[in-house]
């Protein structure tokens, strides 16, 4: 199985300031066939279920503010809110689709409001 | 805009089978990945399996003696079977829809089920 490993666990960061999740995997999810990440984002506020926010790594979802971003390649990846909204205030997960079965998350990142 | 509802049992004595039944409105149901997803309280995210668009099964191995999965075309519904459940089986379980890349794009609300005796 590919392990996906989160940091931080959690986050406190002022409104308007970046906000920066970073997620590694076990081994490269990096598809060589088709030059793809198999790496999405989520996003999950309390009583709901998650949210896709990105995939393929950098693909923003139809729909998600362009203050989400996402980047890196093989098995290093983050998630950036370059400007944090009080909406914002969520657990976001990694996850990887490279591989499977199982498809993996990682443990998630909690982002508060300082 | 695509709904996925689900409904089923929320609670299960140990030793019984959770059954789950999921189903779309307002998009296709064919051509895409079908998944469930399940989410201990307060813990993170754990596969179960999925349905490609082949309409395979996939099951994470650690559940994979106890799982099926199906789909009904013709009632756009997707199944969740997990039997001989136990206390470690509770969780708020998700359906899923998604492609390829966009795996998990389409969320059902989500189901508790509490096993307990």
Redo the contacts between chains.
């Keep these: 199985d590919i392990v996906m490993t989160q940091s931080p666990d959690s986050l406190t960061v002022s409104l308007g300031e970046r906000a920066t999740i970073n997620c590694k995997s076990s081994q490269r999810v990096l598809s060589r066939s088709n030059n793809k990440n198999y790496l999405a984002w989520y996003q999950q506020k309390p009583g709901q279920p998650p949210k896709l926010l990105i995939y393929w790594a950098s693909t923003r979802e139809f729909g998600v503010p362009d203050r989400f971003s996402g980047s890196g390649s093989g098995t290093d990846f983050t998630l950036t809110i370059s400007s944090l909204q009080a909406e914002d205030v969520a657990v976001y997960y990694c996850q990887q689709y490279y591989s499977t079965p199982p498809l993996t998350f990682g443990g998630g990142t909690k982002v508060e409001i300082k | 805009q695509v709904q996925l509802q689900q409904w089923g049992a929320g609670l299960l004595k140990p030793s019984e089978t959770l059954s789950l039944t999921c189903v779309v409105s307002g998009g296709s149901f064919s051509g895409y990945f079908w ?1 469930w997803i399940r989410q201990s309280p307060g813990m ?4 179960i ?2 349905i490609n668009q082949s309409g395979s099964p ?5 559940l994979k003696s106890r799982v099926t999965m199906s789909v009904d075309t013709s009632t756009n519904q997707l199944s969740l079977k997990l039997n001989s459940v136990t206390a470690a089986d509770t969780a708020i379980y ?1 359906c ?1 829809r ?1 492609t ?6 389409d ?4 189901t508790l089920v509490t096993v307990s005796s």
Excluded at chain 2, 107 to 110: K, P, S, V
């Design positions: 998944t993170g995210l754990e596969w399996g999925e996939n099951y994470n191995p650690s998700y899923s998604g390829i890349g966009a795996r998990l794009a969320w059902g609300q989500g």
